[in-house]
């Protein structure tokens, strides 16, 4: 059963790779990049400041920094667990991989830590946001969907790579929204984030002296 899930996912892989053209590579380069959503998270950052205040987007800020953390570190302890070769590095396809970037990565993949973060900042946001702004939970989905699809487009990753970050990104960015509604009504807030503040700004002003 699983090998048989495995090939439907290197066909669909080498399908959807396949469609790509050089006339759109570098769109999708650019989406795949990591500074390619930088205005799209200042504008958010703004919303963010404008509908909640101060010490919410604070809370928010430290929820965001932790969430990308944990999906990073996530794929990390799956890629080195499962050791899944990625698309570029697999020796039953690698020679039909239309690989668009100049290298190929780490040799594992699985999974998708672009796909796990995009996804959880995309639903993490999104729920912040979605009373103050209709739509705004389905476009940045859509967003993360996006970046999903780079990571095939450039050939770095299986679809079921993708589909694992995007599954593994909902479920911590649901948690961590359930812990901000928690927390956001705590008076003690904004001295503990004060407090980190503080301590970081120490530590990288001792490391610079």
């Given at each position: 059963m699983l090998e048989q899930l495995i090939a439907y996912d290197k066909e669909l892989f080498l399908f959807l790779n396949g469609m790509g053209t050089e006339q759109f590579d570098g769109f999708w380069m650019y989406i795949t990049h990591k500074l390619g959503a930088l205005p799209l998270y200042l504008l958010l950052l703004i919303l963010?400041?404008?509908?909640?205040?101060?010490?919410?987007?604070?809370?928010?800020?430290?929820?965001?920094?932790?969430?990308?953390?944990?999906?990073?570190?996530?794929?990390?302890?799956?890629?080195?667990?499962?050791?899944?070769?990625?698309?570029?590095?697999?020796?039953?396809?690698?020679?039909?991989?239309?690989?668009?970037?100049?290298?190929?990565?780490?040799?594992?993949?699985?999974?998708?830590?672009?796909?796990?973060?995009?996804?959880?900042?995309?639903?993490?946001?999104?729920?912040?946001?979605?009373?103050?702004?209709?739509?705004?939970?389905?476009?940045?989905?859509?967003?993360?969907?996006?970046?999903?699809?780079?990571?095939?487009?450039?050939?770095?990753?299986?679809?079921?790579?993708?589909?694992?970050?995007?599954?593994i990104g909902t479920l911590l960015a649901t948690l961590l929204y359930k812990v901000f509604l928690k927390l956001k009504t705590k008076k003690s807030l904004i001295i503990l984030l004060g407090t980190l503040l503080c301590k970081v700004f120490l530590k990288l002003k001792t490391k610079n002296s």
């Open positions: 963010l400041y404008k509908r909640l205040g101060i010490k919410q987007t604070l809370l928010a800020i430290v929820l965001i920094a932790l969430l990308i953390a944990s999906t990073d570190q996530l794929a990390n302890l799956f890629k080195f667990g499962f050791e899944r070769w990625r698309p570029c590095y697999d020796e039953e396809i690698r020679d039909s991989v239309r690989l668009v970037k100049s290298g190929c990565g780490g040799k594992y993949g699985y999974f998708s830590a672009h796909a796990a973060s995009s996804m959880a900042l995309a639903v993490f946001i999104g729920l912040l946001l979605k009373q103050y702004y209709r739509f705004v939970l389905l476009v940045m989905v859509v967003w993360a969907v996006f970046v999903g699809y780079s990571r095939i487009y450039i050939g770095v990753h299986f679809p079921g790579d993708v589909l694992t970050g995007f599954v």
